[in-house]
């Protein structure tokens, strides 16, 4: 077990958490807390109880089995909430191995499939600011655009749950200075501190010679991801009203005609929103190795049941689809593969040159 090492003023990290949450919580409704055993879902569930929410409390602990001290963290995480008089529901996942994103990314996934099961009308987790720091450096680092840069919402609906973070604006240092003056203990992952992996060589090595620079990094990091966020939304909103104008009229031609009318740049940002709400992701690495010396990729896998049109960006093409087959796109010699009978959240593989699924048929 871990003891407190940094002891900032903490006293008002209570009173926070509960502003926070004072506009975000209705009444009755049921709270879910993820609970891995480390010191932030620690000082969260302690927290939480003190502030007289015990009764409506659920403590969820992800089982991932990827360490040998993945028992004992369980059994760690059993008797705190025994402690405490919190309900503890323990969930046993398997992790993906062979996903193509990574082991990180394929236990996230897991864990976040594990949470959207519980029963709570409200999950609650545990990143801090130091986390928020981390993954806005880490999505620049890959090329994010704007919603990346927003790195952790605040709030975000998951599965019909509302997904909150009530310590994105707190330290790790108040974190444990809490922990220290409260005698709790937790687990350390060590997994943690093996640097191999990108957000641990960041969270090691990159933020604490930044911060050696530039004292407040973290908080300014934390801070732009909130500006990010912000002009987020503000595009997202931009999306919308363009997509209320293309669906204003019926039947395809007057869609490809405000289509036309759009800037490139804006486009881009409607199909980026389209995309974005109709579940879509960035495919694995390997999905990026695709046969021939195309300008186009040669296989493009889409859900028959929502792809009626497919655009090109570069240069800015719209053609119509016709559902499962193949649709060849206009000034390319490439042909986009339509397969049907795949689920909403499959990959897809794309370029720079192609954007695709606008409507549904």
Same mark, same amino acid.
């Given at each position: 077990? =871990?003891?407190?090492?940094?002891?900032?003023?903490?006293?008002?990290?209570?009173?926070?958490?509960?502003?926070?949450?004072?506009?975000?919580?209705?009444?009755?409704?049921?709270?879910?807390?993820?609970?891995?055993?480390?010191?932030?879902?620690?000082?969260?569930?302690?927290? +939480?109880?003190?502030?007289?929410?015990?009764?409506?409390?659920?403590?969820?602990?992800?089982?991932?089995?990827?360490?040998?001290?993945?028992?004992?963290? =369980?059994?760690?995480?059993?008797?705190?909430?025994?402690?405490?008089?919190?309900?503890?529901?323990?969930?046993?996942?398997?992790?993906?191995?062979?996903?193509?994103?990574?082991?990180?990314?394929?236990?996230?996934? =897991?864990?976040?499939?594990?949470?959207?099961?519980?029963?709570?009308?409200?999950?609650?987790?545990?990143?801090?600011?130091?986390?928020?720091?981390?993954?806005?450096?880490?999505?620049?680092?890959?090329?994010?655009?704007?919603?990346?840069?927003?790195?952790?919402?605040?709030?975000?609906?998951?599965?019909?749950?509302?997904?909150?973070?009530?310590?994105?604006?707190?330290?790790?240092?108040?974190?444990?200075?809490?922990?220290?003056?409260?005698?709790?203990?937790?687990?350390?992952?060590?997994?943690?501190?093996?640097?191999?992996?990108?957000?641990?060589?960041?969270?090691?090595?990159?933020?604490?010679?930044?911060?050696?620079?530039?004292?407040?990094?973290?908080?300014?990091?934390?801070?732009?991801?909130?500006?990010?966020?912000?002009?987020?939304?503000?595009?997202?909103?931009?999306?919308?009203?363009?997509?209320?104008?293309?669906?204003?009229?019926?039947?395809?031609?007057?869609?490809?005609?405000?289509?036309?009318?759009?800037?490139?740049?804006?486009?881009?940002? +409607?199909?980026?929103?389209?995309?974005?709400? +109709?579940?879509?992701?960035?495919?694995?690495?390997?999905?990026?190795?695709?046969?021939?010396?195309?300008?186009?990729?040669?296989? *493009?896998?889409?859900?028959?049941?929502?792809?009626?049109?497919?655009?090109?960006?570069?240069?800015?093409?719209?053609?119509?689809?016709?559902?499962?087959?193949?649709?060849?796109?206009?000034?390319?010699?490439?042909?986009?593969?339509?397969?049907?009978?795949?689920?909403?959240?499959?990959?897809?593989?794309?370029?720079?040159? *192609?954007? +695709?699924?606008?409507?549904?048929?």
């Amino acid at each position: 077990m =871990a003891a407190s090492r940094n002891k900032p003023s903490i006293d008002a990290l209570p009173g926070r958490v509960g502003d926070f949450l004072a506009t975000r919580l209705a009444p009755a409704e049921r709270i879910g807390v993820g609970l891995s055993g480390g010191c932030d879902s620690v000082v969260l569930l302690h927290l +939480l109880q003190g502030l007289g929410l015990g009764e409506r409390l659920t403590a969820i602990h992800v089982h991932h089995g990827l360490s040998p001290n993945a028992d004992a963290w =369980a059994a760690f995480c059993t008797e705190y909430c025994a402690r405490l008089g919190v309900p503890l529901q323990m969930v046993h996942v398997e992790v993906d191995r062979r996903s193509g994103f990574g082991l990180e990314a394929a236990a996230r996934t =897991a864990r976040y499939a594990a949470l959207a099961e519980c029963p709570a009308e409200v999950l609650v987790l545990a990143q801090h600011q130091g986390d928020q720091a981390e993954t806005l450096l880490f999505n620049l680092l890959r090329g994010a655009g704007v919603a990346g840069a927003a790195a952790i919402p605040e709030v975000r609906q998951l599965a019909g749950r509302r997904l909150l973070r009530p310590l994105l604006a707190c330290s790790r240092g108040e974190l444990e200075a809490y922990a220290a003056q409260h005698a709790l203990l937790w687990v350390e992952d060590e997994s943690n501190a093996d640097t191999r992996y990108s957000r641990n060589f960041l969270r090691h090595d990159v933020l604490p010679v930044l911060s050696q620079r530039f004292p407040a990094a973290e908080r300014s990091l934390a801070q732009a991801a909130q500006h990010f966020a912000e002009a987020d939304e503000l595009l997202a909103e931009l999306a919308a009203a363009d997509w209320l104008a293309v669906c204003a009229d019926s039947g395809d031609a007057p869609r490809l005609r405000v289509l036309r009318g759009l800037s490139l740049v804006r486009l881009k940002n +409607l199909l980026r929103y389209r995309l974005r709400q +109709l579940g879509w992701r960035r495919a694995p690495q390997g999905w990026r190795n695709l046969p021939g010396n195309c300008r186009v990729p040669a296989r *493009i896998v889409i859900p028959n049941w929502c792809c009626s049109m497919a655009v090109c960006v570069s240069p800015l093409v719209v053609c119509n689809l016709s559902g499962a087959g193949r649709a060849k796109l206009p000034y390319y010699e490439s042909y986009i593969l339509l397969r049907a009978g795949y689920p909403q959240f499959e990959p897809f593989s794309y370029n720079r040159s *192609i954007t +695709l699924l606008l409507t549904r048929p």
